[in-house]
């Protein structure tokens, strides 16, 4: 199946993760492809996979903390492809700990990385296809946007923004037959989310892999999701299939929130 056969997709965090996987999605279904992070190297393999998948992709350097970046960035792919179909605002960091111990430097950088960095994806985007009068906006937040735990105030916070930003911009710009919708993944089987389990595991005195097995167990489906079960979510709201379906906030989870 090919859905996205003369359409552009603009990812975030595409060089690990949940944003590759998006990167593989779009490519397997006839998209270009704009990878956008830091991780130049990463990000390089992300685009080269979406070739080897008969996908035009393009790797550039963006730090979406950066509105010049951004900008930078979108006017390569204007430039490149001359349209925007889909965004995948999937850049993202994780960092937690006592609420009496957060530093205001790593407050400040998490906002700047999962808040003000999906504000700016979604800004950039939004000229270009208010004059196609169609696309397709999806914010990565998480299943913490929903529910919380201890020691995760920055994070639970900066994704519980991203689902308001996805509410407003959906109102905002639905007359111009744009969608925007938000996915809550659960625990998935990421880089990120190997390094906090070794780091809260830790903590509670259990292996990296303790914890992730003790997480599968908090589930309705006893396991955790692989980030190709998350990119087919993105991959059906950035579809036809979804054309009335906005200002969502889709979890992933395989029932932790529900559990």
Known sequence: MRRFE???????GAATGIGRAAVARFASEGASVACLDIADDANEMSATAARDLGSDALAIHCDVRSLDDQEQAMATVLSRWGRVDVL???????????????????WSNINAVNLTGVLISNKVVAATMIDQGSGSII???????????????????????????????????????????????????TEMVREVAGQVGGRLGMTGDEWLAMRAEDTAMKRLADPSEIAGVIAFLASDDARYLTGQSIEVDGGIVLS
């Open 88 to 106: 995948v605002a999937a850049a993202g960091i994780f960092v937690g700990g006592p609420i009496a111990d957060v530093p205001l430097e790593r």
């Open 139 to 189: 914010n990565i937040a998480s299943m913490a946007a929903k529910t919380s735990w201890p020691d995760s105030a920055e994070y639970s916070a900066t994704k519980s923004g991203v689902l308001g930003i996805t509410r407003s911009v959906a109102m905002e710009l639905g007359a111009h037959g744009i969608t925007a919708n938000a996915v809550c993944p659960g625990n998935t089987l």
């Open 6 to 12: 003369n359409k552009v997709a603009v990812i975030t």
